[in-house]
């Protein structure tokens, strides 16, 4: 499966923005699907998956929870990442992630992912 996220940008402190991930070559319904982040000098760091066939049992760093909504547009074979009250230290470029095996516990590992995106950068500045 190819991954093609978008949506990144600038925005100021408690602004919003929405990414999304377009796959192609496969179903994204079929994968787990995820976000992961990453700022320069620091290892990928895990946002949010969303579990293969349903929707139910998303699951959220603990930094971001409350604030971000994952979400699955079977129709459109996308993948979204509502991001709320956005703050500075949200600046990262953003990865999405697909894997057809990984399992409930090691969703947050990204060594667990074997498809990835380009990433898409947003900056949050006032």
């Known amino acids: 499966v190819q991954l093609q996220a978008s949506g990144g940008g600038l925005v100021q402190p408690g602004g919003s923005l929405r990414l999304s991930c377009v796959a192609s070559?496969?179903?994204?319904?079929?994968?787990?699907m995820a976000w992961f982040r990453q700022v320069p000098g620091k290892e990928r760091e895990f946002v949010s998956a969303?579990?293969?066939?349903?929707?139910?049992?998303?699951g959220y760093a603990d930094s971001v929870k409350g604030r971000f909504t994952i979400s699955r547009d079977n129709a459109k074979n996308t993948v979204h990442l509502q991001m709320n009250s956005l703050k500075p230290e949200d600046t990262a470029v953003y990865y999405c992630?697909?894997?057809?095996?990984?399992?409930?516990?090691?969703?947050?590992?990204?060594?667990?992912?074997?498809?990835w995106g380009q990433g898409t950068l947003v900056t949050v500045s006032s």
């Open positions: 992630a697909a894997s057809s095996t990984v399992i409930l516990s090691n969703r947050r590992n990204a060594p667990a992912y074997a498809y």
């Open positions: 070559g496969g179903t994204v319904s079929a994968y787990v």
């Open positions: 969303i579990n293969r066939w349903s929707s139910s049992g998303a």
